[in-house]
Structures are given as C-alpha cells and as structure tokens.
C-alpha cells in the first residue's frame, strides 16, 4: 500500500475520485490458483462426510460465498467430494473435520436419479430445490427425521405433495409423487418410504421436486446432501 506522502501526492496531481479509483483498484479483487476471493484466507482439505453447508457453517460464511469462491477450480462447487482442496476466503486457521460436519442434523437423499433442474435461476425460471428424474415407482425417502404436516393429492402444479417438518427450523419438500404412503401428523424416520416416484401436477416424466427450507427460506439442497 502506498505511503502516506504518495497519496498526498496523488490528491495533488489528481482529482479526489481517481485517487480512491487508484486505492479500490489495489484492493479489488484478486485471483489466485483459479480462486476468485477478496482478501486472505486458507484451504480446506475435505473430510468424508462434509458438505458446502456442513464446512461453511463451520468457519462462520455464507454456502453462496463459498461456493462462488471455488467457482473456478472445482468442477461443480455444489458438490464436493473426500480429498478435494475448498478455498475459504476470511479463514485464518483450518478448523478440524469434525467441527466441520453436520452435527445436528443430515439431510440424506431422498431418490437417487439424474438432476434435471438445480437449484437457482435457469433462463427466465427459477427453482427453489431440486428436480430429480427416476423411474416410476422408485421410493421416495424422508430426507431426516421428522412429521408430516401437510399431505396433498392435488397442490397446485406440484400434484401429490409432501412437507415433513424437522427439527431446527428445517422443512422438506416431497412433489410430482405417486402413490404417497403417509398422512398428515404421522412422524416418521429418516431413510422411511414416504412415496414413490411418480409424474403428477405438471411433471412431463416421472420425477421428484425436492426443496428444503430453513426458517421458510429455500436453501439449495446440494448445500446440505451427502
């Protein structure tokens, strides 16, 4: 950074506004190893079993962070894998792996398939969770403990639909179902059938929607699955 003397000799020769474009420019952001980030931090070597979420939530940032931190190097930031090296920007120090995964709860799948829509913005649209496409009649599984608090056969374009309340705030979402095997106020176990996959509501192939929400806010599933 330069000494006060040559930014009093810049606001000399310069007008106010370059003078600070100069200074922004010094400290704008950097790019290193194919990381984007604004000032320092640390790699992290992922354990088994962590997450974007799991790992983000350890060192204090938000998943969008870390994700857009790591948009160059990791082929798909929303996933990441044992062994693979995460860049956290602001981290001064690693945090160990078991402070770094989920302790208090974990998301399982609920239908292992293709992922037809991510989560975020595609195009003009929008999607607030997952789209996975499976075979018809594949088991739909609750994602974590919880109850069933709302069951419906007819929900708008999602047709049969399921929301399963967690504990911590945490909400899923189950739609585009076949046969459902629950009702509503019924707990059940994570890893329980709950459905089978089906192609109801505006679905065009057999699929599953899957969102979870936190607080009422959708949060990305791949921030939080396995």
Not at 9 to 19: A, D, P
Not at 191 to 220: D, M, W
Request: glycine share 10%; aromatic share 10%; proline share 7%.
């Amino acid at each position: 950074m330069p000494e006060p003397e040559a930014v009093i000799c810049f606001t000399r020769m310069f007008s106010l506004k370059k003078v600070m474009f100069f200074i922004l420019s010094v400290f704008a952001v950097i790019t290193v190893y194919g990381c984007t980030y604004i000032g320092p931090g640390i790699y992290h070597k992922v354990s088994e079993g962590e997450t974007v979420w799991s790992i983000s939530r350890a060192y204090g940032i938000k998943p969008e962070e870390l994700v857009r931190a790591n948009a160059r190097h990791i082929p798909d930031p929303d996933r990441i894998s044992s062994g693979q090296q995460v860049y956290v920007p602001g981290a001064r120090r690693p945090i160990t792996a078991r402070a770094a995964t989920v302790q208090d709860i974990g998301f399982i799948w609920p239908v292992r398939g293709d992922i037809i829509h991510k989560y975020g913005r595609e195009g003009a649209r929008r999607y607030l969770g997952l789209t996975i496409g499976a075979p018809e009649g594949t088991p739909v599984l609750a994602s974590e403990d919880g109850q069933v608090i709302f069951v419906s056969e007819s929900f708008r374009a999602y047709g049969n639909t399921i929301i399963i309340e967690h504990a911590n705030d945490y909400v899923t979402v189950y739609a585009h179902n076949g046969i459902m095997s629950v009702q509503e106020g019924q707990e059940v176990a994570k890893g329980e059938k709950i459905a089978e996959v089906g192609s109801t509501g505006h679905a065009e192939t057999p699929r599953l929607y899957f969102e979870i929400r936190y607080k009422e806010k959708p949060e990305n599933p791949l921030h939080l699955l396995p």
